[in-house]
């Protein structure tokens, strides 16, 4: 059976955006389809490249901005095919627009009660819902916020799947009670949760599978090592804003080259690795004791380098 791969996208209106006082149509704007590489650009590229993705959806800045922006995404999401699922950054709760970020709610989803967490899971996915979302199955806590309650939050609310485990991250704000080298799927507290892949980069330090974070090369290496050891699967992460510079001004090109050679690689791969939604309900064994690729001076050394100049000349503001 081929290592199901799972493409997240986190789509949200960001938050720095909010907090610099620009307008809602900029924010919309530079969150979303910022410099001509967001959403709509990774939808035409996953579809030119047949491969399926999940769209986790961040519906609590309607709260602010109204629904508007969030149902027009969520649209095109699935007009192009692709999945939409729910995201959450619980700080929108207490935001106004227009105060630059003076006003919020707690940032992380584990600083709430599970009665609260509960509540505020159950009204995003009705926001997400009324925005023209497909009932849910699937989450992704913002910043990979998310305990034990959180899972149990979501298995009350008929949640299948969580995607909020992120051992890079662990024990905080990825405060789920798995272990932090956990990357194969597993039932846990009512849930199955689906782990964000991670590699080993440096001896005893690990780095999660995320555009912004790992080289072609580290990506490439990562795939082949989860077909040779027949993982279950592999999960990867972007963001609808993250193949632009922070500003959402210009494309950065070191991200736009890594999306397009993950979608070449896959795209050659689909033998063994088949991309998947989390809406199929794929067969997966689970609590496989699948582990991260390990070490490599040279390619970690060749990403800092790459880094280097992503952060110095790709990251500067048009």
Same mark, same amino acid.
């Given at each position: 059976m081929p290592t199901r791969v799972f493409i997240t996208i986190d789509t949200e209106l960001m938050w720095r955006h909010h907090v610099a006082?620009?307008?809602a149509d900029t924010i919309v704007q530079r969150s979303l389809e910022p410099a001509g590489v967001g959403v709509g650009w990774q939808l035409a590229e996953l579809k030119r490249h047949g491969l399926k993705a999940c769209f986790f959806v961040d519906p609590m800045p309607a709260l602010v901005y109204g629904l508007d922006p969030i149902k027009r995404i969520v649209g095109a999401i699935l007009e192009a095919g692709q999945e939409v699922q729910l995201h959450l950054h619980p700080n929108w709760t207490g935001a106004h627009a227009g105060d630059r970020g003076a006003s919020y709610g707690p940032f992380e989803? /584990?600083?709430?009660?599970l009665k609260e967490q509960v509540e505020l899971l159950s009204g995003a996915a009705d926001m997400l819902l009324a925005a023209g979302a497909p009932e849910q199955i699937a989450f992704r806590s913002g910043s990979y916020s998310a305990s034990d309650d959180t899972l149990g939050a979501l298995a009350q609310l008929g949640f299948v799947y969580d995607s909020s485990h992120n051992g890079s991250e662990h024990p905080w704000p990825s405060a789920i009670s798995l272990g932090p080298r956990q990357i194969a799927p597993i039932a846990h507290c009512g849930i199955i949760e689906v782990p964000v892949t991670? /590699?080993?980069? &440096?001896k005893g330090h690990l780095r999660h599978f995320q555009i912004c974070a790992?080289? $072609?090369a580290e990506m490439r290496a990562a795939l082949d090592h989860a077909v040779a050891r027949n993982h279950v699967a592999v999960t990867i992460v972007s963001h609808g804003f993250e193949l632009a510079n922070r500003a959402g001004t210009r494309a950065n090109g070191v991200h736009v080259r890594r999306f397009e050679a993950l979608c070449r690689?896959? $795209?050659e791969r689909q033998g063994g690795l088949a991309t998947a939604h989390f809406a199929d309900?794929?067969?997966m064994a689970l609590g496989q004791d699948? &582990?991260?690729?390990g070490p490599s001076r040279l390619r970690t050394g060749l990403r &800092? $380098?790459?880094q280097l100049w992503s952060n110095l000349v790709e990251e500067r503001a048009a």
């Open positions: 006082g620009l307008d989803l /584990i600083d709430y009660s991670l /590699i080993e980069d &440096q790992l080289s $072609a690689m896959l $795209a309900r794929p067969h699948d &582990q991260p690729l &800092q $380098a790459e």
